[in-house]
């Protein structure tokens, strides 16, 4: 979908936090991207430096962040693991450093938490309902199944791949 940058809400918080929402909703903000399978979620997250910031995501979403600038810690992300501690109401906390290109996946649960570093944190977090069905890859492309996926790639070699009669 062809968006343009103005056409991206932008929802923020008291403490700082700004959220560019492309796909999905956050903070009573909806993002001009629809239509997409599995109904995803895209936010482009600024947190500044020393904030602890609780972004939600449903619990039956799959999710993961992609810090590209600034460093943090999050809690219960499944990489890089560190020892769990419990929070103050019982739960298990995971807290793992991230920084810049870095790839957080997060475990089940109903929001993220992020606490920015000194410089603070900014990332992309997306999530999205699970497919549930299998998935082959190769590079770029992605499929079901392995005959799937040589299929694929002989149709990009001989250029009829993503190719349509009519």
């Known amino acids: 979908q062809d968006i343009h940058a103005p056409d991206i809400p932008v929802a923020g918080e008291d403490d700082g936090t700004v959220a560019r929402v492309s ?4 903070w009573g903000a909806t993002g001009p991207v ?10 482009d ?12 995501v ?3 979403r799959h999710a993961f962040a992609y810090v590209f600038e600034g460093d943090g810690t999050v809690a219960d992300a499944s990489v890089p693991l560190a020892a769990p501690t419990e929070s103050a109401d019982g739960s298990r906390v995971v807290p793992s450093d991230v920084r ?11 929001e993220v938490v992020v606490r920015a570093g000194e410089r603070g944190i900014r990332f992309l977090l997306v999530s999205g309902q699970p497919f549930r069905e299998p998935v082959a890859w190769h590079g770029p492309i992605v499929m079901n199944t392995d ?11 001989d250029g009829t791949f993503l190719r349509h009669a009519g």
């Open 45 to 56: 997250v600024a947190v500044p430096a020393g904030v602890t910031r609780r972004l939600p």
């Open 34 to 43: 629809d239509g997409i399978a599995g109904a995803p979620t895209y936010v």
């Open 23 to 26: 796909c999905g909703s956050l």
């Open 100 to 110: 810049d290109r870095s790839l957080v996946l997060f475990d089940a649960g109903d």
């Open 147 to 157: 005959d799937e996926l040589r299929r694929a790639y002989r149709e990009l070699q």
């Open 58 to 60: 449903a619990h039956k």
